[in-house]
């Protein structure tokens, strides 16, 4: 079966290019408004996420204290957002968001969209008790501490991944994990819709494959080098042995809903610190 021209244009793009040039390479991209993987909406999954697990995620306010009344509004956080569309979703369900991405011409187009006057309608608010939060999107490194001064800080209540991690060279997947337990409150939630599973490492990428055991490796040692068998599948890590900044799992379910291109396929996966720390 011949490979999709988009994803051979893009797979081109990125071959043999050093980390250190990928950020221009992704704005490169943008300029030229050769962006496949920009759905003009906001991810469905996230959509549900948000209406059917907040048994688990808790909603966008927590009450400041034990015997405190008053309640703020949680933060949530997005890399490698792109146009913005689940920053701006999250703020319509009340989470103070914030969005980051290396491209300066995907987030000038993401600033679009916060002053288009179609913001109320198209991202109305989802609980009025809660109302909106704010929005901010910031261009910077995710792997560098720069940013924390304009999201006041690197504690984030819920992070949010699609096509983040599958865009990453294999050998930074180790440092996408140990920064995602580093920004991630203690109490707070990773969500990641897994994607694009069954994708074979060896036809390359972006996107890169991902596989379930792929998160488990990577998630339950953070930081440390993934395993992967003579075929490019991940290793399964049987072990009950994790690390001390491990984040582990409290849900994993097929997507109803996601975008096209992973129907049937997609997962979402809900991870949080192995202890309150």
Known sequence: MSENPERAQLREHFLDKP????AKGWDDLWKKSFTPWDRDKPSPALVDTLNQKGDILGGALMQNGEQSQQKSRKRAFVPGCG???DVLLLASYG?????LDVSETALEKANQLVNDPSLVTTYPVRDGDVGRGSSKFVKADFFADGFLSETGGGSFDLIYDYTFLCALPLDMRPRWAKRMSELLSPEGHLVCLE????KA????????GVQRELYEQL???PGREVSYDQSGNVSEDKSDDKATDALVRVDRWMAERTHAIGQGKDHVSIWRHVEVR
Do not use: N
């Open 219 to 221: 998630l339950h040692h």
């Open 19 to 22: 980390f250190e040039q990928h």
């Open 195 to 198: 994607f694009p599973l069954g």
């Open 83 to 85: 146009r913005g569309y």
């Open 95 to 99: 989470y103070d968001a914030y969005g």
């Open 201 to 208: 490492l060896s036809t390359g990428g972006p996107p890169h």
